[in-house]
């Protein structure tokens, strides 16, 4: 099954409400959150309160991306302030089986992302722990980024390591520079999940996620 997650990087924070009911109506399947530290990556997001602010406006699942150094220390925060997958990178933990487990334990689905120059090799331990397994196309930090082409590689590389661990492929989402135009590529290498912020809030919201959901279904042909 594949599925869309708006980022709301690239909203109009103005009419945030009014812009999640339209990803919503429109047919999303989450909503994603990047939340940046200005450690980690050079930018700063936004945290907690406006994600416990924006629960309350869709039912939509979220999906949080931490972008922030030693994630360990907030994933608490996250869950009670309504995350429902928690995804952390692996180059910020320094024990990252130890996150892992304790978002578990704290009730949320499991993400790992690695960055473009990240191998997938480091996630042979952890892989059969995980939900979800983000694949970062462009350098993480700033939204509006050309998608990487090398990185088309990945996805049938993470579908691999969970053939040689033996253990169930989790879903495999791509995020960074995905539009219309490139995201049937994406999907036909292994991608089941992609996260798209210029390609669905500029312009009409509705015939860019229907836009998303027509290339679904051709790939699931």
Same mark, same amino acid.
């Given at each position: 099954?594949?599925?869309?997650?708006?980022?709301?990087?690239?909203? @109009? #924070?103005?009419?945030?409400?009014?812009? $999640?009911?339209? *990803?919503?109506?429109?047919?999303?399947?989450?909503? &994603?959150?990047? +939340?940046?530290?200005?450690?980690?990556?050079?930018?700063?997001?936004?945290?907690?309160?406006?994600?416990?602010?924006?629960?309350?406006?869709?039912?939509?699942?979220?999906?949080?991306?931490?972008?922030?150094?030693?994630?360990?220390?907030?994933?608490? @925060? #996250?869950?009670?302030?309504?995350?429902? $997958?928690?995804? *952390?990178?692996?180059?910020?933990?320094?024990?990252? &089986?130890?996150? +892992?487990?304790?978002?578990?334990?704290?009730?949320?689905?499991?993400?790992?992302?690695?960055?473009?120059?990240?191998?997938?090799?480091?996630?042979?331990?952890?892989?059969?722990?995980?939900?979800?397994?983000?694949?970062?196309?462009?350098?993480?930090?700033?939204?509006?980024?050309?998608?990487?082409?090398?990185?088309?590689?990945?996805?049938?590389?993470?579908?691999?390591?969970?053939?040689?661990?033996?253990?169930?492929?989790?879903?495999?989402?791509?995020?960074?520079?995905?539009?219309?135009?490139?995201?049937?590529?994406?999907?036909?290498?292994?991608?089941?999940?992609?996260?798209?912020?210029?390609?669905?809030?500029?312009?009409?919201?509705?015939?860019?996620?229907?836009?998303?959901?027509?290339?679904?279904?051709?790939?699931?042909?």
């Amino acid at each position: 099954m594949y599925q869309l997650s708006p980022s709301i990087l690239a909203a @109009d #924070f103005a009419n945030l409400s009014e812009q $999640l009911f339209a *990803v919503e109506e429109a047919g999303a399947d989450m909503v &994603h959150i990047d +939340v940046m530290d200005g450690q980690f990556v050079p930018r700063i997001s936004y945290g907690m309160p406006v994600i416990e602010s924006i629960r309350r406006v869709t039912k939509l699942p979220f999906d949080v991306h931490l972008m922030v150094a030693e994630p360990y220390r907030f994933i608490e @925060d #996250f869950k009670e302030c309504g995350a429902d $997958l928690l995804t *952390v990178h692996a180059e910020a933990c320094t024990h990252l &089986h130890s996150t +892992v487990t304790k978002i578990r334990q704290c009730g949320m689905k499991v993400g790992v992302a690695i960055n473009p120059a990240t191998p997938v090799e480091v996630l042979r331990h952890i892989i059969g722990e995980v939900d979800m397994v983000l694949v970062m196309t462009v350098n993480p930090g700033f939204g509006g980024q050309k998608f990487i082409p090398n990185m088309l590689k990945k996805p049938g590389m993470v579908k691999q390591l969970a053939v040689d661990e033996g253990v169930a492929c989790p879903d495999i989402q791509v995020d960074g520079g995905i539009t219309l135009f490139n995201v049937g590529e994406i999907l036909k290498v292994g991608a089941n999940n992609i996260v798209a912020g210029t390609s669905v809030f500029s312009g009409d919201i509705k015939a860019n996620i229907a836009g998303f959901k027509e290339a679904f279904e051709n790939a699931a042909k």
